[in-house]
């Protein structure tokens, strides 16, 4: 059997290992980002080992390609002579042909030249002129002309052909990618329902009726939608090697390769200029909201989910920037009660989140978490810290309830201490099941999603409306 040369990105793993390094160059330092041009201008091969020297990759977490991987240890069982060859740095390919075990000899790119497209085939040739190459891009063509057989890896019908023409086909191995399902998981969509938030201004007015107004408050609802897509993509792309650690992040389209990471480099920006398209139509206040929350995420992404506590502050802080969003949608001026009450709850929900990654962590025997500033024996605080929280935010509503504004703008405000309970009942609930480990996901999209916190929700907004009525005049 002639020898069996493999591609590497896109073939025998469902990623690129370029655009995996340099993002995670720019997450270590940002300033890469204007070192990477005079890089390129000593070549692709230069650029390559510049990175490479200064980031490695986790060959064992790698999105492999399975199916290939089977088709190769049967070659290998057979005697056959296996060859990694990549454009990327010999660094890399040998990380991974080292983790593998199967390749007989690696070849990458040396820093002078990068080993692509001729350039490979040259190099091929040097070593065995008659061949067989497994490749998935155009790029690979003029291998596959030279070759005495071809291995294709996801390629369109139309190339298919093309190879078939060229050379005979050895074995065709296709995996999923890039289907509308992982498409529609990366925006997680679902997460949506956290910027229900942008609302809350809009009941607590009393506008419900007020169509100019609901219309804003869709819009807005819209905008956060699409930004906080665009963050989700670019967070995704920028946690690869810690997604793939963790027990149910690791199946996220990037991090398993379902999606190749250039759309997500070109998906991300798209809903960001998108976002802010849609909030021209808004109040400026709005816009400049808007611009802060993207600031703030950008900030979370690349520095501060790495440092304790301060991740924390910050989510619960996005959290009540949306409640801030959505009154400057419809030009009101939130009270400094549901700006308190929301940055005591949000931080509870948010060390909630925290405490489920740790019981977890915890249970699988190990100590820290991969990229973040915690260790298992935090657990016991992150509760205190959370329900201390929980309960504080209890208190600012029954401090809201005696307020003298408050009783100005209900009729019957008494009514709101029932409220209390209910709350009471609902954060206590939640950090119960986040002790016995019911909690798996995020905990505002729990609650959103939960029948319970759903049926406590629509009980408090039911007292919010009886609070309106003037119950003494009634009964009396």
């Given at each position: 059997m002639p020898p069996l040369y493999v591609d590497l990105d896109g073939t025998l793993i469902r990623s690129d290992l370029l655009i995996e390094s340099v993002l995670e160059l720019l997450k270590r330092n940002l300033l890469y980002l204007f070192l990477l041009p005079l890089w390129l201008l000593a070549g692709k091969a230069s650029l390559k080992q510049q990175i490479a020297r200064r980031v490695g990759v986790r060959a064992d977490l790698l999105p492999y390609n399975d199916s290939l991987l089977d088709y190769l240890r049967d070659q290998k069982a057979l005697g056959r002579k296996l060859v990694l060859i990549s454009a990327s740095d010999q660094t890399l390919v040998n990380a991974v042909a080292e983790h593998l075990g199967l390749f007989d000899q690696a070849i990458g790119s040396d820093g002078n030249?990068?080993?692509?497209?001729?350039?490979?085939?040259?190099?091929?040739?040097?070593?065995?002129?008659?061949?067989?190459?497994?490749?998935?891009?155009?790029?690979?063509?003029?291998?596959?002309?030279?070759?005495?057989?071809?291995i294709t890896v996801n390629l369109p019908a139309a190339l298919q052909q093309r190879v078939i023409a060229k050379t005979a086909l050895e074995h065709q191995c296709d995996y999923p990618q890039g289907a509308v399902k992982a498409y529609v998981r990366a925006l997680r969509l679902h997460q949506w329902l956290k910027n229900t938030l942008v609302f809350l201004p809009l009941a607590l007015a009393h506008q419900l009726d007020n169509p100019a107004l609901i219309l804003n408050a869709l819009l807005a609802f819209l905008c956060f939608g699409l930004c906080a897509s665009s963050v989700y993509v670019l967070n995704d792309l920028l946690d690869l090697p810690s997604d793939r650690q963790h027990y149910s992040k690791c199946r996220r389209p990037f991090a398993a390769g379902d999606i190749p990471l250039i759309s997500g480099l070109i998906l991300s920006p798209v809903l960001l200029l998108s976002a802010f398209s849609v909030a021209s139509l808004l109040p400026r206040a709005f816009v400049v909201i808007l611009a802060l929350y993207y600031l703030c995420t950008g900030l979370y992404s690349f520095v501060l989910k790495k440092i304790m506590l301060v991740d924390v502050i910050l989510l619960a802080a996005l959290y009540t920037l949306r409640i801030i969003s959505g009154?400057?949608?419809?030009?009101?001026?939130?009270?400094?009660?549901?700006?308190?009450?929301?940055?005591?709850?949000?931080?509870?929900?948010?060390?909630?989140?925290?405490?489920?990654?740790?019981?977890?962590?915890?249970?699988?025997?190990m100590s820290q978490t991969e990229g973040r500033g915690y260790f298992a024996q935090d657990l016991g605080m992150m509760a205190m810290f959370g329900c201390s929280s929980a309960f504080l935010s209890v208190m600012v509503f029954a401090l809201y309830i005696n307020n003298e504004e408050t009783r100005n703008q209900y009729l019957t405000p008494e009514i709101l201490w029932l409220i209390c309970p209910l709350l009471l009942y609902m954060v206590t609930r939640i950090w119960l099941l986040a002790a016995r480990g019911q909690i798996a996901e995020d905990p505002i999209v729990f609650a959103l999603k939960d029948r319970v916190s759903q049926a406590v929700t629509l009980a408090c907004g039911l007292l919010l409306w009886l609070a309106n009525i003037p119950w003494r005049e009634v009964l009396l």
């Amino acid at each position: 059997m002639p020898p069996l040369y493999v591609d590497l990105d896109g073939t025998l793993i469902r990623s690129d290992l370029l655009i995996e390094s340099v993002l995670e160059l720019l997450k270590r330092n940002l300033l890469y980002l204007f070192l990477l041009p005079l890089w390129l201008l000593a070549g692709k091969a230069s650029l390559k080992q510049q990175i490479a020297r200064r980031v490695g990759v986790r060959a064992d977490l790698l999105p492999y390609n399975d199916s290939l991987l089977d088709y190769l240890r049967d070659q290998k069982a057979l005697g056959r002579k296996l060859v990694l060859i990549s454009a990327s740095d010999q660094t890399l390919v040998n990380a991974v042909a080292e983790h593998l075990g199967l390749f007989d000899q690696a070849i990458g790119s040396d820093g002078n030249i990068n080993c692509s497209g001729i350039r490979k085939l040259t190099r091929i040739q040097q070593d065995d002129p008659v061949f067989v190459y497994a490749g998935d891009n155009r790029v690979d063509l003029p291998i596959w002309e030279k070759a005495s057989a071809a291995i294709t890896v996801n390629l369109p019908a139309a190339l298919q052909q093309r190879v078939i023409a060229k050379t005979a086909l050895e074995h065709q191995c296709d995996y999923p990618q890039g289907a509308v399902k992982a498409y529609v998981r990366a925006l997680r969509l679902h997460q949506w329902l956290k910027n229900t938030l942008v609302f809350l201004p809009l009941a607590l007015a009393h506008q419900l009726d007020n169509p100019a107004l609901i219309l804003n408050a869709l819009l807005a609802f819209l905008c956060f939608g699409l930004c906080a897509s665009s963050v989700y993509v670019l967070n995704d792309l920028l946690d690869l090697p810690s997604d793939r650690q963790h027990y149910s992040k690791c199946r996220r389209p990037f991090a398993a390769g379902d999606i190749p990471l250039i759309s997500g480099l070109i998906l991300s920006p798209v809903l960001l200029l998108s976002a802010f398209s849609v909030a021209s139509l808004l109040p400026r206040a709005f816009v400049v909201i808007l611009a802060l929350y993207y600031l703030c995420t950008g900030l979370y992404s690349f520095v501060l989910k790495k440092i304790m506590l301060v991740d924390v502050i910050l989510l619960a802080a996005l959290y009540t920037l949306r409640i801030i969003s959505g009154a400057a949608a419809i030009a009101v001026v939130p009270s400094f009660w549901l700006l308190a009450f929301s940055m005591f709850l949000f931080f509870s929900l948010a060390v909630v989140k925290r405490y489920t990654e740790l019981d977890y962590l915890r249970n699988a025997g190990m100590s820290q978490t991969e990229g973040r500033g915690y260790f298992a024996q935090d657990l016991g605080m992150m509760a205190m810290f959370g329900c201390s929280s929980a309960f504080l935010s209890v208190m600012v509503f029954a401090l809201y309830i005696n307020n003298e504004e408050t009783r100005n703008q209900y009729l019957t405000p008494e009514i709101l201490w029932l409220i209390c309970p209910l709350l009471l009942y609902m954060v206590t609930r939640i950090w119960l099941l986040a002790a016995r480990g019911q909690i798996a996901e995020d905990p505002i999209v729990f609650a959103l999603k939960d029948r319970v916190s759903q049926a406590v929700t629509l009980a408090c907004g039911l007292l919010l409306w009886l609070a309106n009525i003037p119950w003494r005049e009634v009964l009396l």
